[in-house]
């Protein structure tokens, strides 16, 4: 998930400044000649690692798989493991390499499997091992920073600025029980918008958040997506899969709304699924814990609450009542942590006011 985000609004006039600062939108339809040293091939699909090199803070393997089409067409980023806790993306992800079928493909997929490798084999939620950062506030990186930051540097350099669309797939963390849904970003510009609205509705996960942006620099773009905005490229963050799950379910919804996203943008031939009855959730707010202790939710993920409404109890390590953490406004949970360890400041929950449309 895309935690700590705060409801924010900007002007059109600032986000129409970072349009323009970027490129116009469009397929270049020309395929890179290289993702890190791995180098495409006309009809196939081609596997290797990106490698971000030890500087001091130990090295990192970024697993990518490229399927080239025969035809030119569009390049579709897909980013997996941005955390290293979320695995139906991940594991999505691996069946979505052997489905597409590179002779029938238009354009190039570019497949990050696993974004944040030292997360991933180290099994640690939101923060990178190597650096305590989390991966997805780095963006777009440097390339002598931290090892997160190195990461980030090789994903904006490598797969990010050479693409034409990008999904950054994110789940519900190992503490988080999600409801998936999808962020939808407005950036203010009508044309970027359409898009990411047709990938969004393509994707399908029947629940949209309206994602109005932070008015944020192509050099602190902090997340996986806006550092695809800031670049003029239409992108998204997708949410499905809960608590580290890889129920098939939920691996299933990754694949299908990433083969169904292919159909909308013409990579791959076949009838695009009409888009879903869509419940669309306006203004957003993330409840922070007051205190270190213990999180008993009262909730799920896709609950709906009143305004006050109780989302969870936090108690102290001996079980005696800290606060009551309550909804802000009435609408429905996204996700709430499902597991007893909480740090003062980390969220608690996220809840979405439901809107008419969007
Ligand atoms: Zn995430």
Redesign the pocket.
């Known amino acids: 998930?895309?935690?700590f985000s705060k409801l924010t609004i900007m002007t059109a006039a600032m986000i129409l400044a970072i349009i323009a600062a970027g490129v116009t939108a469009g397929a270049r339809a020309e395929a890179p000649e290289s993702v890190g040293g791995i180098v495409p091939v006309p009809g196939a699909r081609t596997t290797g690692f990106i490698e971000v090199a030890d500087t001091g803070d130990g090295a990192a393997r970024i697993p990518v798989s490229i399927i080239m089409g025969v035809e030119k067409g569009p390049t579709l980023a897909l980013v997996g493991g941005?955390?290293g806790y979320?695995y139906a993306p991940v594991m999505g992800l691996q069946i979505v390499a052997r489905k597409i079928d590179p002779a029938k493909l238009s354009g190039t997929v570019i497949i990050v499997h696993v974004a944040n490798m030292p997360s991933f084999l180290g099994r640690t939620i939101?923060y990178s091992p190597a650096d305590g950062a989390n991966l997805?506030r780095v963006y777009p990186g440097k390339a002598d920073g931290t090892l997160s930051q190195r990461i980030a540097n090789a994903i904006t350099t490598q797969v990010i600025e050479q693409a034409d669309y990008l999904v950054?797939m994110?789940?519900?963390?190992g503490n988080?029980d999600l409801r998936p849904y999808i962020y939808m970003p407005v950036t203010g510009n009508s044309e970027m918008d359409a898009k990411i609205k047709g990938m969004a509705l393509a994707f399908g996960l029947d629940h949209i958040v309206i994602d109005k942006r932070d008015n944020l620099p192509a050099d602190a773009s902090l997340y996986t997506d806006m550092t695809g905005l800031t670049r003029g490229i239409p992108s998204m963050?997708t949410?499905a899969g809960r608590v580290g799950s890889t129920e098939p379910d939920l691996v299933r919804k990754n694949v299908d709304g990433v083969m169904n996203l292919l159909r909308h943008l013409k990579m791959l031939p076949g009838e695009e699924r009409p888009p879903q009855p869509t419940v669309w959730l306006g203004e957003f707010s993330v409840v922070a814990s007051p205190a270190d202790g213990m999180f008993i939710a009262s909730v799920r993920g896709g609950h709906t609450v009143a305004e006050g409404g109780v989302l969870g109890q936090l108690v102290d390590f001996f079980g005696e009542p800290i606060a009551t953490i309550r909804a802000p406004f009435a609408g429905m949970v996204n996700y709430v942590i499902a597991t007893p360890p909480m740090r003062k400041g980390e969220p608690v929950a996220m809840v979405s006011k439901i809107v008419a449309d969007e």
């Not at 994110?170 to 963390?173: L, R």
């Open positions: 998930m895309r935690k941005t955390h979320e939101y997805n950054d994110h789940s519900g963390d988080e963050t949410e």
